[in-house]
């Protein structure tokens, strides 16, 4: 009987949404009507009215530095007064890194009607802005939102689409890899050729290089299950590994680390996450943060701002994360100085 009952309210809920978000009017093309947040003249969601604000949550793999966004980001939320399950509801989706599984979520979340759909990564955020126009689209750790067509540019998104970006210095990554190991010459780049958030980050580790006269090798993979041989054919021809903030190879890092180990290569990547799981260091950013700043934008649009309104919000701090495990394991002493600046050293 109870259960029956609140799926009658639900789906009142739900028609009562549609219908003060059709009347809010979310046209695309002319400029003063465009207002994408869902918040609405008949009132803020989430306040007494009763309301419940459906939240899409797309996520392109389960690895840790996601799975932290993620989780703080819900956090966050629940600190704010948005509770899952109380005034907001949260419809998590992990596409297990299969663009079609990315299509098919996205679809569902459009003819669900969802309020708000929070995009984790750069291929999920990709999939969600092409298939949602009227949806916003808040994503989260985008690398490279401009060069991966997000947004037309980071102060002014423009469109239905903004949210957060965690990049990083391909460049610093190095200056720190050359205090740890000098005397790099061959540098390998491990990556997915198609996430274009490792694009732009292999990109100015290529500038870095002929800056510096090192060479770079590539070797790249389309999934998970062709990260060990990839790493393996650089493990023999290369000083160093860098992968950067792939999240194909950070779902197989344990691997990479395995194969670097035995081979006695340092692996220097763009995650903290990436050193957890055994790469040797990183100048990075701290994705706890980042989690709470998607989830304090995330509040802005449910409270009617208009996400191409709203610049993208970077990580201003990097900090630099080190394994003290893996260094001992490839025959490497850290830097004192190195260890006295790092914020973290897995051990
Ligand atoms: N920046 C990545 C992207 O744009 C996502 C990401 C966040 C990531 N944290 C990471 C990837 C850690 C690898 C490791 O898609």
Do not use: W
């Not at 999939?127 to 949806?135: E, H, R």
């Amino acid at each position: 009987m109870k259960k029956v009952f609140r799926i009658i309210t639900v789906s009142m809920v739900i028609s009562v949404l549609a219908l003060s978000l059709a009347a809010c009017g979310t046209g695309n093309t002319d400029k003063s009507e465009n207002r994408t947040g869902v918040g609405n003249d008949s009132g803020s969601y989430g306040g007494d009215t009763g309301k419940v604000i459906e939240i899409g949550i797309v996520q392109i793999v389960e690895h840790p530095s996601l799975n932290t966004i993620r989780e703080a980001f819900i956090e966050r939320l629940a600190e704010k007064g948005y509770v899952d399950g109380e005034n907001i509801r949260i419809d998590y989706q992990n596409a297990q890194n299969e663009q079609t599984n990315l299509n098919t979520i996205c679809q569902k979340f459009k003819a669900d009607k969802k309020d708000l759909v929070v995009a984790i990564a750069t291929p999920s955020a990709m999939a969600a802005a092409g298939a949602l126009t009227d949806t916003p689209v808040l994503f989260s750790a985008c690398t490279d939102p401009v060069g991966s067509g997000l947004v037309k540019s980071l102060d002014k998104p423009g469109g239905n689409v903004t949210g957060t970006s965690d990049a990083v210095s391909a460049k610093k990554i190095m200056e720190l890899a050359m205090r740890i190991t000098p005397g790099i010459k061959t540098i390998g780049a491990l990556y997915n050729s198609s996430e274009s958030n490792s694009i732009s980050v292999v990109n100015e580790l290529k500038e870095y290089a002929s800056e510096n006269g090192l060479e770079v090798i590539e070797a790249t993979v389309t999934n998970t299950s062709e990260v060990q041989q990839a790493a393996q054919s650089l493990a023999s021809k290369v000083d160093a590994i860098f992968s950067p903030i792939d999240n194909t190879v950070a779902a197989a890092m344990p691997i990479v680390s395995q194969v670097a180990q035995t081979a006695k290569v340092p692996v220097y990547v763009g995650a903290d996450s990436m050193v957890a799981d055994g790469g040797l260091a990183t100048y990075g950013i701290n994705y706890v943060e980042l989690g709470r700043e998607t989830a304090d934008m995330a509040i802005e649009i449910i409270n009617g701002k208009n996400p191409g309104e709203m610049p993208v919000r970077m990580m201003s701090e990097v900090e630099i994360y080190v394994n003290k495990k893996t260094a001992e394991a490839i025959g490497i002493t850290l830097p004192e100085d190195v260890l006295n600046e790092a914020v973290q050293v897995f051990e």
